[in-house]
């Protein structure tokens, strides 16, 4: 006998792998350059020079020991230090390496502030779609129930008036993922106000704080300098979870942080939980190579021009030849309107005529779209466009 749940989640097929896999396949049967896939979100520039040369270093000057060994869980004081000293330079908020719990990445540290807040059975955790799909099984199974606020096709901005329907005095926190995956639109300042605004009142009837978990894996990850603007100085009870996978393109390395500001009410209590919640997971200390890295690396950010290519290039084409997108203004997602409505079918034909492989977009929370992730090679891009011209023909 194995768990029902567990068995469940294991035995679901994830349409972005099948789809993934499907492309390898294809790939040995009709050759490399015959395959269009834009269906992982797997970073496409290298990781900055200095993120390697500081590996090289480290490897080469450091003792062997200390350097693969283990850490304190919550990670090494030097390198939180360089990662709260960076934030502040740039938030210009006091930021403490006390405040800071590095996690293997975005995912386990999304993990443990659920956990940390899943108080009761009914605890509700708000998610805006289109969100990232994980974070269903993520809010479903650590106790906690999600409550989906449906987009605002209009603007994807935050659907303030939506929010307000589904609030309730069970409703701890509030995932806020900008720039967003799957649609690359990034929350305005005036939305994300709003929303305080909305979060203050209510939390201030119910009794308790309703928290923002700010997911953040694409921050540095905005073209055409639109402002990101950092929720913490923006909203008091702002839980932030980082991951260095996108933006130093180390997805692999598994290296994030959770940031739980010491202006956030019950913050010592909350940042005691979510250490508790990380040790549920088997957390011990997220490896020390990266952290080592991070203290070293924490003020590097990417270089977006090949990105960027890719974006105008997509966006301009597809837009041109008449299919409805949603202007990406970060991250390296496209989210488009599926001609004829129907996602599913429209992804299926893509991929059986053309080897083209779009993700659709209906476990996001989104039916009736599709997302390209648009962190692959130009010349790809360049290719495919053909296959998209003869699928609205
Ligand atoms: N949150 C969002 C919105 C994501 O898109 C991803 C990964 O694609 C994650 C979290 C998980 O990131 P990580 O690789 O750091 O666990």
């Known amino acids: 006998m194995v768990n029902e749940n567990c068995y469940k989640l294991g035995a679901e097929p994830s349409v972005i792998r099948s789809l993934f896999a499907y492309g390898l396949q294809q790939a040995a049967v009709a050759g490399p350059d015959k395959v269009y896939d834009y269906s992982l979100g797997n970073p496409s520039i290298p990781a900055p020079a200095a993120v390697n040369a500081s590996i090289k270093d480290i490897i080469d000057g450091m003792d062997s020991i200390q350097v693969h060994g ?80 449906a987009p605002d096709t209009r603007s994807f901005q935050i659907d303030r008036d939506k929010v307000e329907t589904l609030l309730s005095p069970r409703t701890q926190a509030i995932i806020i993922n900008s720039p967003n995956n799957p649609s690359g639109v990034v929350y305005s300042r005036e939305s994300l106000e709003a929303l305080a605004a909305l979060l203050e009142r209510k939390g201030a009837e119910y009794g308790h704080p309703i928290y923002i978990i700010a997911d953040e894996p ?9 402002e990101v603007p950092f929720i913490p100085c923006i909203y008091k009870n702002t839980i932030v979870c980082y991951s260095y996978s996108k933006s130093l393109s180390l997805p692999g390395e598994r290296i994030g942080y959770v940031y739980v500001p010491g202006f956030v009410q019950d913050s010592r209590e909350l940042y ?28 590097e950010r990417p270089d977006l021009a090949a990105y960027d290519e890719n974006r105008r290039l ?5 837009s041109a030849m008449g299919y409805e997108c949603v202007k990406p203004q ?57 296959a998209f011209k003869a699928l609205l023909g």
């Open 70 to 149: 283990y850490t304190m869980a919550p990670g090494l004081s030097d390198a939180r230090q360089s990662v709260a000293e960076d934030l502040e330079r740039r938030f210009s908020l006091p930021v403490k390496a006390e405040e800071l719990f590095f996690t293997c990445g975005a995912a386990p540290a999304l993990i443990s502030v659920i956990k940390a807040l899943a108080v009761s059975e009914d605890s509700e955790i708000m998610l805006l779609a289109p969100f990232f799909p994980e974070y269903l099984p993520f809010v479903e199974h650590n106790g906690a129930r999600a409550v989906i606020v």
């Open 218 to 226: 694409y921050r540095e990850l905005v073209y055409d300098g639109v």
């Open 272 to 299: 005691t939980a979510i250490s508790g919640a990380a040790r549920i997971m088997g957390h011990v200390c997220p490896p020390s190579l990266m952290q080592l890295v991070i203290g070293r690396c924490a003020g």
């Open 314 to 318: 997509l966006y301009g084409s597809l």
């Open 330 to 386: 970060g991250a390296f997602y496209l989210l488009v309107k599926a001609p004829g409505g129907d996602s599913m079918a429209f992804s299926e034909k893509a991929k059986l005529q053309h080897n083209l492989l779009l993700v659709p977009a209906d476990g996001f929370g989104c039916p009736g779209y599709l997302r390209l992730s648009y962190c692959v090679a130009k010349d790809m891009i360049e290719r495919s466009l053909p």
